[in-house]
C-alpha cells in the first residue's frame, strides 16, 4: 500500500479539507502513474503518446486521465496474470462491452480496508444487523453471479445476522421482515440495497405495512436513470422513505467497478463526497479544463485504490457539478457534488448502417 | 407497419396484399431510358429542392438538387446516347428495388434517380421513421412525381425486415440495391429476386486522403486554406460517417511541421464553422485515440480542439479499419503511392488526393486494381457522386440492351 493512502485511511473519514487533501493526492497519484507506467506496457504507450510521458503532475487537474470504457476494451494490469485474484466485471449500462478490472490481493485487501474505513463513518464500528433488500438468489449460484449479485455480497461482508427482504422472484417477504424488525429493530440496523429496487421492490410494496425503520441506516447506488422516468429525484425518494417508515439515515452512493471500495457517500447535506483517498474533478465537455463550483461538466474521478491496474485517473461518461468545497457538515469536507446523469449518447449520420429490426 | 408515400405528407398505411399488388403491377411499367420526359421530371425535382424552404439550405440538397438539372441530366443523357453501339437498343431493366440505409442520406436519391432515369419502374423502401429533413425530401419527391403523372411508377414504401410480404416483393424486382452495413448487405441478400436480376451491395466501405508533402509545402497561404476547407467539408459533411469521408491521411513523404499546419487550418474552419462536437463523441474520440495507442496501431496522439483529433499511425492498415466518425483522423507517411497498396482490400472506397499528378494518380489506379479502391478524385470530392459508384458503371446495370440486326 502506498504510504499516501495509509495517511489518509489513518484521518477520520471524510474528514481531509481540500487543500490538504489534494498535496496527499498528488503525490499519491503521481507515484501509481509511474507505477502503472512501469508494469502495464499498454498504459506506458498511451502516456507517451497522448500525456507526453507525463509522470509528475505538479496539480491534480495535469494529472492523465482514461476514458472508463478503455476497461471494457483493453485488458490493463500492472501486475502479471499469475497475481491476479479477482476479475472484477461490470456490464454497466450502456450495451454488450463488460468492463474487466485486474484486482491482487493488494488491491483487493486495500479495497476492503477502504471500503470498511468509508462506511465505518455512517454505520459505526460495530458491525450491525443487516437488513438487504434484495434476495439471497442473486449470489447463491455463482455461475450467474451478476455485478448486483457482486454488490450485494461485497457490502454484507460489513453487516452480519442478515435478513432478505425480497423472495427469489423479488416479491417482499413480510415474514422475515417482521420476524428481522422484531429481533433487531430497536437498535441501529444495516439496510442495503439498488437505489431501483429499495423503490420499486421496497418502498412500493412495504409503504402501507407499518414498518418501522426509525433505526434503520440505509445506504443504497444504483443509478437514477429508472427513478428520474418515475418523476423520483433524491429528495422526493428520502422523503417518501421517512414517511413511510420513519427512516431518516439514508446514504446514496455513487461508484464504479472501475474503482470499486472508493465509493462517494452522501453527506448530510445531500450531496456526495468523496473519501479522504480520492478527489473530483468536473470537466468542460468542450475545453476539457476543470469546472468552476457550480458549473455543470464531465465527471473525472481520482483514487489512490487502484495499485494492480492503472485505474487511479479515470474520465466517467456521468455528469456531474460541484456544489461545495470543505462544506465541512458534521465534519464532512473535500469536494461535495451531484451527479446529473449520464452523458447522452453520441449519434452520428453517415451511410452505413446495421440492419435494425425496428427500422 | 406497412406504408405508402403518396401526394399527402405522411405516408398512408396499406395491407400487405394492396403492396404487393402495386409492386406486381410494375412489371411491365418501365420507360425509355434517358427519355426527355425523364429529364424533365427529374429538373422538376431540382427546381423544387432549391425553392424549399429547408432543404435549400442545406449543402447535400443543394449539390443534389445541382446533379438533378436539366442541363446535368442532358449531358449525363447526351453521353450515354453517344456511347451506344448501332445495333443495340437500350432498355430499362425493369422494376428496382432500392434499400436505403436507416439513417438515410443523399446517396439513395442518386441511385434511386439513375434508375429512374434509366427508365426503371422503382420502390424505395424506407424506414418507418424518418429524421425531419429527409421526411421533407421524400415528401417533396413523392408530390412532384404525382403531379407529373409519374406516382404510379415510383414507389416510396415502407414494411419490415423479416415478414412474408419481404420475400413476397422480392421475386418482383429485376433490380435489388441494397445500402447500409455489411451484414444488412447479407441479411437482406438472402431473399431471391426475379431469376434473372441483379442485386448489388453497396456495404460498409472507407475511405483515406493523400496529400503530397512537396506540393503542400509549395502551397501559398490561400491555397492551403483552400484545401483545408474543401478536406473540411469531406470530413465533416456527414459527420466523417459518409463512406467517402477520409479517416486516414496519407502524406506522401514526410511532412514535418506542414501536418500540423494543416491540421489548424481544419480544426480553425471547424470552429468558425461551428461544427458542434457532443460530449459523447468527444469522449468516444479520446477513447479511440486512447485504444489505439494501447494497441500500438498509434503511437502519438493530438487533439486540435474537440472538433479535430488526430493519431499518428503505426499500423495504417488497422487505423483505416478503426473509424469513430466526428473529427478523429490517423495519419501516416508513406514514400510513394505504390505504398498504399497494403491499404487497399475491397472495402476500401475513395483515395481523394492533392498534389498528385496525373502520372501518380494512374499509377495509383494500377496499384489498387485487383484490391480495393474505386475512386481516385481530388481532396473536396470525396461526397461527390457520380454514376461509376463503388467501382459499379450504374448505368449499365440499370438498363439491359436489345442487340437487333
Given amino acids: 500500500m502506498i504510504p499516501e493512502l495509509e495517511t489518509a485511511l489513518a484521518a477520520p473519514p471524510y474528514s481531509l479539507r481540500q487543500a490538504e487533501r489534494e498535496d496527499l493526492l498528488l503525490a499519491g497519484l503521481n507515484r501509481l502513474t509511474l507505477h502503472h507506467r512501469a508494469h502495464c506496457a499498454p498504459y506506458q504507450r498511451m502516456l507517451d503518446g497522448a500525456w507526453q510521458g507525463s509522470t509528475a503532475a505538479t496539480r491534480l487537474d495535469e494529472l492523465p486521465y482514461l476514458p472508463v470504457s478503455l476497461f471494457k476494451t483493453q485488458r490493463l494490469q500492472s501486475v502479471p496474470d499469475e497475481a491476479i485474484r479477482i476479475t472484477m466485471t461490470s456490464s454497466g449500462t450502456s450495451g454488450q462491452a463488460v468492463s474487466r478490472i485486474a484486482v491482487d490481493a493488494e488491491t483487493s485487501l486495500i479495497q476492503q480496508k477502504a471500503l470498511a474505513n468509508s462506511l465505518m463513518h455512517v454505520l459505526g464500528r460495530k458491525r450491525l444487523p443487516m437488513l438487504v433488500i434484495d434476495t439471497d438468489a442473486v449470489f447463491k449460484d455463482p455461475a450467474t453471479i451478476s455485478a448486483r449479485g457482486a454488490g450485494v455480497l461485497g457490502l454484507m461482508r460489513y453487516g452480519h445476522k442478515h435478513a432478505f427482504a425480497l423472495d427469489p422472484s423479488l416479491r417482499p417477504d413480510f415474514d422475515t421482515v417482521r420476524a428481522f424488525l422484531a429481533e433487531h429493530g430497536k437498535t441501529p440496523f444495516f439496510m442495503f440495497g439498488f437505489t431501483f429496487m429499495v423503490w420499486i421492490n421496497f418502498y412500493e410494496q412495504f409503504k402501507d405495512a407499518g414498518l418501522d425503520l426509525s433505526n434503520g441506516i440505509l445506504i443504497h447506488s444504483g443509478g437514477w436513470k429508472k427513478m428520474i422516468e418515475r418523476s423520483v429525484d433524491n429528495a422526493v425518494f428520502r422523503q417518501a422513505l421517512g414517511q413511510a417508515f420513519g427512516l431518516t439515515r439514508i446514504h446514496n452512493f455513487y461508484g464504479m467497478v472501475e474503482q470499486i471500495g472508493s465509493i462517494f457517500l452522501e453527506g448530510p447535506d445531500g450531496l456526495l463526497y468523496p473519501p479522504n483517498f480520492a478527489d473530483v474533478i468536473i470537466r468542460d465537455p468542450e475545453t476539457w479544463l476543470p469546472c468552476e463550483p457550480g458549473q455543470p461538466g464531465v465527471i473525472q474521478v481520482l483514487s489512490l485504490l487502484p495499485h494492480s491496474y492503472p485505474g487511479h485517473s479515470l474520465l466517467t461518461e456521468d455528469m456531474g457539478v460541484i456544489r461545495s468545497i470543505d462544506a465541512g457538515h458534521d465534519g464532512w469536507m473535500g469536494k461535495g457534488i451531484e451527479v446529473l446523469g449520464r452523458v447522452a449518447r453520441a449519434e452520428l449520420r453517415g451511410c452505413s448502417d446495421v440492419l435494425a429490426a425496428a427500422a | ?405
Avoid at chain 2, 441483379?198 to 483515406?208: H, W
Avoid at chain 2, 460517417?241 to 477520409?246: E, N, Q
Avoid at chain 2, 475512386?375 to 457520380?386: D, N, Y
Wanted: charged share 20%; with cysteine.
Fill in chain 2, 1 to 405: 407497419m406497412i406504408a405508402i408515400w403518396g401526394q399527402q405528407p405522411e405516408p398512408v398505411q396499406v395491407d400487405a396484399a394492396e403492396l404487393e399488388t402495386r409492386v406486381a403491377g410494375l412489371t411491365y411499367a418501365s420507360g425509355t431510358p434517358y427519355s426527355p420526359d425523364l429529364v424533365k421530371v427529374l429538373d422538376e425535382i431540382s427546381r423544387r429542392i432549391l425553392q424549399h424552404p429547408q432543404l435549400r439550405h442545406g449543402p447535400q440538397y443543394v449539390a443534389l438538387a445541382f446533379w438533378l438539372r436539366r442541363a446535368s441530366m442532358q449531358r449525363l443523357a447526351d453521353s450515354l446516347r453517344a456511347a451506344e453501339q448501332p445495333g443495340y437498343l437500350p432498355s430499362a431493366r425493369g422494376v428496382a428495388l432500392h434499400l436505403p440505409p436507416t439513417n438515410v442520406d443523399t446517396i439513395f436519391v442518386y441511385s434511386w434517380a439513375m434508375s429512374l432515369f434509366a427508365g426503371n419502374a422503382n420502390v424505395v423502401r424506407l424506414p418507418e421513421s424518418l429524421k425531419p429533413e429527409t421526411r421533407l425530401l421524400v415528401g417533396l419527391l413523392a408530390a412532384t412525381l404525382g403531379d407529373l403523372g409519374e406516382g404510379q411508377r415510383q414507389l416510396f414504401c415502407h414494411y419490415p425486415y423479416g415478414q412474408p410480404i419481404e420475400a413476397a416483393l422480392a421475386r418482383h424486382f429485376d433490380l435489388r440495391l441494397i445500402w447500409g452495413g455489411d451484414a444488412k448487405v447479407n441479411q437482406v441478400s438472402k431473399l431471391p429476386i426475379r431469376p434473372d436480376g441483379l442485386s448489388i451491395g453497396f456495404p460498409d466501405r472507407k475511405s483515406l486522403a493523400l496529400i503530397a508533402s512537396d506540393a503542400y509545402r509549395q502551397a501559398d497561404e490561400a491555397q492551403r486554406d483552400g484545401l483545408a476547407e474543401r478536406f473540411f467539408n469531406d470530413v465533416y459533411w456527414f459527420d466523417q460517417m459518409g463512406c467517402g469521408s477520409p479517416r486516414l491521411l496519407v502524406w506522401l513523404d514526410e511532412p514535418g511541421a506542414l501536418a500540423e499546419d494543416f491540421y489548424r487550418r481544419v480544426a480553425s474552419l471547424a470552429r468558425s464553422k461551428s461544427y458542434q462536437v457532443e460530449a459523447g463523441t468527444a469522449i468516444g474520440k479520446l477513447a479511440l485515440a486512447h485504444d489505439l495507442l494501447a494497441e500500438a496501431v498509434t503511437d502519438r496522439h493530438s487533439a486540435y480542439g474537440n472538433a479535430l483529433h488526430v493519431s499518428r499511425a503505426s499500423d495504417p492498415v488497422e487505423a483505416l479499419h478503426r473509424p469513430h466518425g466526428g473529427g478523429f483522423l490517423c495519419d501516416w507517411v508513406a514514400t510513394a503511392v505504390e505504398d498504399l497498396a497494403p491499404l487497399a482490400s475491397r472495402p476500401l472506397q475513395t483515395v481523394t488526393h492533392f498534389g498528385i499528378d496525373a502520372v501518380a494518380c494512374e499509377a495509383l489506379a494500377r496499384t489498387l486494381r485487383g484490391r480495393g479502391g474505386y475512386r481516385i478524385v481530388p481532396i473536396g470530392q470525396a461526397l461527390q457522386f457520380e454514376p461509376v459508384w463503388d467501382g459499379v458503371d450504374l448505368m449499365r446495370h440499370m438498363t439491359r440492351l436489345i442487340a437487333w440486326r
